[in-house]
């Protein structure tokens, strides 16, 4: 559901944001009736705050959520990582690339500070989409990370493409595709919480070894 919500929310706000762009030089040119048109600039207005004001908490869910997924995940596999011997492949590879992942949780007040400063307070156009196109886009870069790691050492997963491109079309059209962003962030995380690291009882001989495959009896 929280894919159609951020759906709902970003098209609206594009969308009033644009007609709001439009009527306001149309009100100020005194064109029409000029109580109908400041009207109607009201309501686009309005409608462009308080879809902002949705599709923030919408971002500020999805993001904690994947953040919680992302830090659990990573620190299950370090500890599965360093139940190898130190001289093992596994060991030597994984512990390498692991410890430059960050596994401390995302700070929740900081992030509602953040967002509700540069997403709400400020209403510029374009510019109070970013602050949530980069939170979402980090989480998913960093979960990304995360299962190419866990694929390399035979784990599995399947292929994420990068979302460079999803989220400049979502600053451009001012949160239009905020949906799309959203829904591959919530792939992912699935994708990282179905994973047999994930699943599994916990480090030993139930994991396939590096490299995939089962274990020898």
């Keep these: 559901m929280r894919t159609v919500y951020s759906t709902i929310f970003g098209i609206i706000h594009s969308i009033s944001g644009v ?5 306001l030089p149309i009100a100020g040119l005194g064109i029409g009736s000029l109580p109908k048109i400041s009207s109607i600039v009201g309501l686009f207005l309005a409608l462009y705050f308080i879809s902002g004001v949705a599709m923030v908490y919408e971002t ?3 993001v904690m959520e994947a953040n919680s997924i992302y830090t659990s995940s990573s620190e299950r596999f370090k500890a599965y990582i360093e139940s190898h011997p130190v001289n093992s492949p596994v060991y030597l590879y994984g512990y390498q690339s692991i410890s430059n992942f960050s596994s401390r949780r995302e700070n929740g007040v900081k992030l509602m500070i953040v967002l509700l400063i540069f997403s709400i307070v400020n209403e510029i156009p374009l510019l109070n989409i970013i602050p949530l196109v980069y939170y979402i886009g980090r989480e998913y870069g960093r979960i990304r990370n995360l299962l190419v790691l866990q694929s390399q050492l035979g784990f599995g997963g399947g292929y994420f493409p990068d979302t460079a491109g999803l989220e400049l079309a979502t600053i451009i059209t001012n ?6 962003l959203t829904k591959r962030l919530i792939l992912i995380s699935q994708a990282l919480l179905s994973s047999p690291l994930q699943q599994g009882p916990g480090p030993g001989p139930a994991y396939p070894p590096y490299g995939g495959g089962s274990p020898s009896p």
């Design 175 to 180: 949160g239009l595709t905020l949906g799309m």
């Design 19 to 23: 007609l709001a762009l439009i009527s």
């Design 60 to 62: 500020y869910v999805v």
